[in-house]
Structures are given as C-alpha cells and as structure tokens.
C-alpha cells in the first residue's frame, strides 16, 4: 500500500501495487489521470478525512457508482467524492497546490478488487467490503444533483436534503433546472434581501445622477449555495429584480431616473456608493435576512472596504447571526466580504 503523497502524474508508472488484507492487485494506469494542483468545486457529496493516499481516495469513489470524479487534499489528507466531472463548457477546476483531482473512469477496474469489484449496489448506496462479502449502505442526499441521481425527479421545486452528510438537521433547498443534467441548488429567502448603490455623483453630497456609475437596488429572493462547503455563490443574480425606483433612497420625484434601465450589478452581501469620501451619512448598503431558512451566517465571516477612500459607517449583527446590515462606501468604495460568504446549518 502507498503511504506516502504522489505529487506526480500517475502515467509516468507503469502501474501501482495495491494491498489489503483479503488482495493484493495490480493496478494499471490507463492515462496521465491526476490534475496536480486542481479541484471541482461545488459537486461534492462526500467528504473524508485521514485518508492515506490518492489510491485509497479513488478506492472509496469507485465503491460509490454515483462518485464520477475525485479531489484529494495531499496535505490534510481529505478526500471529497465528486457527482460530477469537467464535461460542461460552464465548468472549471479551481487551483490549489493541495489538491489532485481525478477522474474516475480513467483508472483501472482493478481499484475495486475484491467483493465491490462489479459495483453491486444502487446509485445511491455505497459498497464496504469486508472478506469475501459486502453490504450496501444507503447514503443521504445531499444536493439537487443527488436529488436528481437518486430519485429521478425532474422538476423544479423544494426538496429536502442533507447538505452536510452525518448531521442531524435536514433543510429545504430549491432545486432549479432540474431537467438539466446538473442542476443548481438555492436557498429560498423568506424576508427581504437587498443590495443598494445610490445614485449621488461622486463630486458632491447631494447632487442627483443617475447616469452615474450603476446605482439602483438588486432585490434578491434566492441565493445560489454550493452546499458541500454551504458557501454562498454571491455573484449569481438568477432569482433577482432590480430597481430604480428614487424613493429607495429617499429621494423626491423630481429626481426620478425618468425611465432609466437598471444597471446594478452590485454582488450579495456587498454595499457600494461614489460620493465623496467625507459625505455622510453614507448610502451604500446591503442586507441579509436569512431568517426562516435554517442558515445562519458563519460568526467566523468579517467584512473589508475596498476601493477609493473606502469607509464603513456600520455593521450590524442579530444575536443569531441570521440578519447582517452593512452601511459603506467611497469614491467609490465597497463593503464586501473579506474571502467567502460562509453559511452554517441553525441548531
């Protein structure tokens, strides 16, 4: 058995010795099939820690006929079993020197020797084998992609599943574009959500513009979630609206836009304006209210300014961590979060 981390491409052997207690099997490579430095983000179901090796990783993905594809952390020896692979020209794999990614199909059959070697379970279950015999273990649900997998359901709609495998709280998540091959899960807003640019001109306190910059309001019902990592995808704008309605800032109607389009492209969680550094009160605010979801915003997730002369007037928690008001802005500057907008499951 490997016991060490391969940092290479695995083509350069002519095969590997896998062991265990009842085999000891060759196993042979087909093609170069470790991306070094990368992984797929946003369709893992499962994830493993203290895995040894690549091999056992992909061992672990081949006993799970749903598992397509594989990212291996080296460093912390975590394996995370994919439902999906790079087969759509709107997927990419992300970089990180950590991890390998891999394919699943482009190993040998040979790395499910033994009782799950003819994958004899469901789509949904896993293989453990054990002698010469195995047991089928349903798995949970854990993202619209599962939903669609494992119970062949096509319709859009609110499905619950169980974004973190092994904890206790199950949630209600919209799955969309269930008729697609992956679909996208989202998490549906029960109270207001909002981002607002106002229309000030950058060289004054006061003065109206609405062909300054992109000012308006972006209302957002749902928020896309990769759920593996409960991170929220902030710049999908799928389940929005948009305004230019001047009483959103409190302004008169002889400062209306007369018509103007909505340009707004302000993200989730993110408040911008572009008055002058020393205007106050300050306009640039977002809000987000996750209250009846079951999410809450990690306590860990802090906001920075960025930008020309930045400043944040205020920020606002509920005791909960479900409500978070953000007041900020510059010429032009922008309130955002400082990596990530991280949700946990409400206990």
């Known amino acids: 058995m490997l016991n060490t981390p391969m940092l290479f491409s695995l083509s350069v052997l002519a095969g590997i010795m896998y062991t265990s207690s009842s085999v000891c099997t060759m196993v042979t490579m087909k093609r170069t099939i470790l991306r070094d430095g990368k992984l797929l983000l946003g369709y893992q179901f499962y ?3 203290q895995v040894p090796n690549v091999l056992q990783c992909a061992r672990n993905c081949f006993f799970r006929r749903r598992c397509i594809s594989f990212n291996y952390n080296i460093k912390q020896e975590v394996c995370e079993l994919n439902n999906a692979r790079l087969d759509s020209s709107d997927m990419a794999l992300s970089s990180d020197p950590d991890f390998v990614y891999s394919e699943i199909a482009n190993w040998d059959d040979a790395i499910g020797s033994g009782p799950c070697s003819k994958r004899p379970c469901r789509i949904c279950e896993a293989c453990y084998p054990s002698q010469s015999r195995y047991t089928c273990v349903k798995e949970e649900l854990t993202s619209c992609r599962d939903v669609k997998i494992c119970t062949n359901a096509t319709s859009d709609g609110h499905y619950f599943i169980r974004p973190v495998m092994g904890t206790k709280p199950f949630v209600k998540i919209y799955c969309h574009l269930m008729s697609s091959k992956y679909p996208k899960d ?10 607002k640019v106002p229309p ?34 902030t710049n999908d704008r799928t389940f929005t609206n948009v305004s230019c309605d001047p009483s959103h800032f409190g302004i008169s109607d002889e400062f209306s836009n007369s018509g103007k389009l909505c340009k707004i492209d302000s993200d989730y969680g993110t408040g911008v304006d572009c008055m002058e550094a020393d205007c106050r009160p300050r306009r640039g605010q977002f809000h987000i209210n996750l209250q009846g979801t079951g999410f809450i915003v990690q306590p860990s997730v802090s906001w920075l300014t960025y930008g020309l002369k930045p400043v944040f007037t205020s920020l606002h928690r509920s005791p909960t961590n479900e409500v978070i008001t953000g007041v900020c802005g510059g010429n032009c500057g922008i309130c955002r979060p400082r990596t990530f907008l991280f949700l946990e499951l409400k206990t």
Do not use: A, F
């Open 186 to 195: 989202y998490v549906t807003l029960h109270k207001e959500n909002y981002s």
């Open 47 to 49: 994830r493993m820690n």
């Open 200 to 233: 000030i001109n950058n060289q004054s306190c006061s003065i109206i513009d609405w062909n300054q910059g992109k000012p308006g309001v972006i209302y957002y019902w749902k928020i896309r979630l990769d759920v593996m990592n409960l991170r929220v995808v």
